[in-house]
């Protein structure tokens, strides 16, 4: 069965500093995705990213960006210079080939406080 | 891309009531889906819709009733629930509901239950 872990529940940095979000995922299938995605204060989940599992090579996107390593089933994110518009809580997912349905399973998200 | 819309945005509801939650994507989308979220557990895939046929029903009690009349319009029927009912109730579509689709969520209802 598929499981994602969020071991950090809250991170608080100040302004500018870099953070590091962890992802473990858990998953008996050779072909999966994965999310990343944005809840803050408003409510809606924002999509951030997604990956699939043959696709290894990290990516940056403005300040933002991800390390999957298939070796150690972690998709990590990693925020450069961070702001305080980036005070949210993140959440990993993963989606299984072969799901019916699409189904997304997440992680228990890491609640961000980015502090000026 | 915020195409995801709920109402109402609150509600607050006694356990002997009936209620309903609407969803509407402007997308185009051919997949909908309901999503709980609760203090206390991660984010839960209730109810997936691929063109208006339930795809996936994820062991919800059936005092949670969707209706899906269209690719646009999702709807989350509510009777007699209970205090632990109360959370977040998030929508999402995607294109289609093949794997590693991606969905876009609405802004979510939160629900009271008294």
């Known amino acids: 069965a598929q499981k994602v872990t969020q071991a950090q529940t809250e991170i608080s940095v100040v302004e500018k500093e870099d953070v590091t979000l962890d992802c473990v995922y858990e998953?008996?299938?050779?072909?999966?995705?994965l999310f990343w995605y944005k809840q803050p204060p408003s409510g809606e989940l924002v999509f951030l990213i997604r990956?699939?599992?043959?696709?290894?090579q990290n990516e940056i996107s403005g300040r933002y960006s991800w390390n999957f390593q298939k070796s150690t089933s972690s998709f990590n994110f990693t925020i450069t210079a961070s702001q305080v518009v980036d005070s949210a809580v993140y959440f990993c997912?993963?989606?299984?080939?072969?799901?019916?349905?699409?189904?997304?399973?997440f992680g228990g998200g890491t609640r961000l406080m980015v502090k000026p | 891309e915020t195409g995801v819309t709920q109402t109402p945005r609150h509600l607050v509801m006694g356990m002997t009531n009936k209620k309903s939650l609407k969803c509407e994507q402007h997308?185009?989308?051919?997949?909908m889906y309901w999503y709980k979220q609760s203090a206390k557990k991660p984010l839960e895939l209730m109810f997936v819709?691929?063109?208006?046929?339930?795809?996936e029903n994820n062991s919800v009690p059936s005092r949670f009733s969707p209706e899906c009349p269209n690719s646009s319009h999702l709807f989350l029927h509510l009777h007699t629930l209970q205090p632990e009912d109360s959370a977040l109730y998030l929508c999402?579509?995607?294109?289609?509901?093949?794997?590693?689709?991606?969905?876009?969520f609405g802004p979510g209802t939160r629900l009271t239950v008294t």
């Open positions: 999402a579509s995607s294109r289609s509901e093949g794997t590693g689709s991606k969905q876009y």
């Open positions: 998953t008996r299938d050779t072909t999966y995705y």
């Open positions: 990956r699939n599992s043959f696709d290894e």
């Open positions: 997912a993963l989606s299984e080939d072969g799901n019916a349905g699409n189904m997304l399973t």
């Open positions: 997308l185009g989308h051919n997949a």
């Open positions: 819709y691929s063109l208006e046929e339930r795809v």
